[in-house]
């Protein structure tokens, strides 16, 4: 199975970079029963390197489920310290960048949900996992979460892994939960604009609708309707960025329908850290461009 995930190019990037020459970063399909829930399937192997760098991982609107195989990945949390990931874990909405660095082999499997995915398999309100790495158990319960776990460890094959997460996700799914219709239409409306739809304009200025807008989206996506809508129109920029090599930062401003070049420049800081210009050819952002590849 295969997804055709977004790719993208501008000038020139460096998949010659030490980093990327031996990753191996694969997506696949969810079945038809969970295809409106599970955006696709990962995986990421990359034997050790000494040599490797600090990579930046930056957000995209979508919570993940991630089993780690391989070695412990630091998440730093400043220049020099850092958390180490647990092995099997949900990865909350992110608000803003930040580095990973494997300390050995990389062999990682996850599960990459629309925005509106997870909310169907937990009841607490998904703001409690934003910009922060949540073991499994604490969800699911230790006996559950282990048994997962000591399944996928043990799987033959990604083909496997896809089969056991899959029985486990078609389990755990609630059909009485529901995703409110006013979460569900306007991420539905800013995923087929690229979130490039303002809020207000979505809304009609109704503020009793504001307010019931952003309890929701709280609750059952984990951050706001302006940081999804941000994260999602990211998305979309750098497949311009990447892809359209003749395009200067104005035109994919104009074209990503932001106000103007410093309005992208801006935002692009804001989210990962740096400016457009730094982002290219940056090898602390060769995985972030591989996940587009």
């Known amino acids: 199975m295969s997804f055709k995930i977004i790719s993208f190019q501008l000038i020139h990037i460096r998949y010659t970079l030490q980093y990327l020459t031996p990753m191996n970063y694969q997506t696949f399909k969810p079945h038809k029963d969970l295809e409106s ?3 696709f399937y990962w995986t990421l192997v990359v034997p050790f390197d000494p040599n490797h760098q600090k990579q930046k991982i930056i957000p995209d609107g979508c919570i993940e489920m991630t089993f780690n195989f391989g070695d412990k990945i630091k998440r730093y949390t400043s220049e020099n310290d850092f958390i180490l990931h647990p092995n099997a874990m949900i990865m909350g909405q992110r608000t803003k960048s930040f580095d990973i660095l494997p300390t050995g082999n990389v062999d990682s499997f996850a599960v990459c949900f629309y925005p509106i995915g997870f909310a169907n398999f937990v009841t607490m309100p998904l703001s409690n996992l934003v910009d922060k790495e ?7 319960g230790q006996m ?7 399944q996928m460890i043990q799987a033959s094959n990604t083909q496997r892994r896809i089969e056991i997460i899959e029985m486990f996700l078609l389990q755990m799914l609630n059909k009485k939960s529901t995703i409110s219709s006013i979460v569900k239409s306007t991420v539905d409306i800013l995923l087929k604009t690229n979130g490039t739809t303002p809020i207000h304009a979505l809304l009609k200025d109704d503020r009793t609708k504001r307010r019931q807008l952003e309890r929701h989206f709280k609750k059952q996506i984990g951050i706001s309707p302006k940081q999804l809508s ?4 990211l998305q979309a920029t750098l497949h311009v960025l990447l892809n359209k090599k003749t395009e200067t930062l104005t035109d994919i401003a104009y074209e990503s329908a932001y106000f ?6 801006k935002d692009f800081k804001d989210l990962i850290g740096v400016t457009p210009k730094e982002f290219i050819d940056n090898e602390h952002m060769a995985l972030s461009a591989l996940f587009y590849k």
């Open 37 to 39: 829930i599970v955006k």
């Open 134 to 140: 949540t073991p499994m158990a604490e969800l699911f």
């Open 144 to 150: 559950e979460a282990d048994q997962l776990e000591q």
């Open 230 to 233: 941000k994260a999602i129109r």
């Open 260 to 265: 103007d070049q410093n309005h992208f420049i």
